[in-house]
């Protein structure tokens, strides 16, 4: 599935459908409560957050075995 604005493919329709708003000017509503960082659906922000919190856990886990 190839953008019709770019030369971006995806493998599936729904994810051109998504890339597809960054084209046409659709408002990112959504918004990441750490960082400010916006995105287009709360899908997307969800994934994020989940980034963050698994990068905030490592670090976590790297800070205690160094205090050991």
């Known amino acids: 599935f ?3 604005a ?3 493919s ?6 051109l459908t998504l890339h597809r708003r960054t ?5 990112t509503n959504v918004r990441c409560n750490f960082c400010g960082e916006r ?3 709360k899908y997307e922000r969800a994934s994020h957050v989940k980034q963050i919190i698994r990068m905030t856990d490592i670090a976590a886990r790297g800070a205690r075995s160094l205090a050991k």
Do not use: A, I, L, Q
């Not at 995806?10 to 994810?15: A, D, I, L, T, Y």
């Open 6 to 8: 770019c030369p971006k």
């Open 2 to 4: 190839v953008c019709d």
């Open 23 to 27: 084209h046409n000017g659709m408002e």
């Open 39 to 41: 995105f287009y659906t």
């Open 10 to 15: 995806f493998n599936m329709p729904s994810e």
